[in-house]
Nanobody, 120 residues
Framework: QVQLVESGGGLVQPGGSLRLSCAAS????????VDWYRQAPGKERELVAR???????NYADSVKGRFTISRDNTKNTLYLQMNSLKPEDTAVYYC??????????????WGRGTQVTVSS
């Protein structure tokens, strides 16, 4: 019904920047909340940033001031701008969205993830 495709990951040096994208397609009526999560090797998946349909955007303390979540509703695409990257930001990043599909149901969808590696 709904597919999420992430892109923009890669290898970057400490202090560098990357912009992740997550494009949603399928039987989408509307997108409610959009989130970015990450999972580092040997660690649990953690919430990085959340943009609800209304209200304030939230960030993990570890990325505040460095990461920015945004969305383009005309393209059904969300973004994560990551600046001043640190080695501890190395992880697989996943987008997660709440979608109301054209059949009227509301469901949660995950992307497959994109690898971000911060290393010199």
């Amino acid at each position: 019904q709904v597919q999420l495709v992430e892109s923009g990951g890669g290898l970057v040096q400490p202090g560098g920047s990357l912009r992740l994208s997550c494009a949603a397609s399928g039987s989408i009526l509307s997108i409610n909340y959009v989130d970015w999560y990450r999972q580092a090797p040997g660690k649990e998946r953690e919430l990085v940033a959340r943009m609800p349909s209304a209200g304030s955007t939230n960030y993990a303390d570890s990325v505040k001031g460095r990461f920015t979540i945004s969305r383009d509703n005309t393209k059904n695409t969300l973004y994560l701008q990551m600046n001043s990257l640190k080695p501890e930001d190395t992880a697989v990043y996943y987008c997660n969205v709440g979608v109301r599909t054209s059949d009227g149901y509301f469901s949660n969808y995950w992307g497959r993830g994109t690898q971000v590696t911060v290393s010199s």
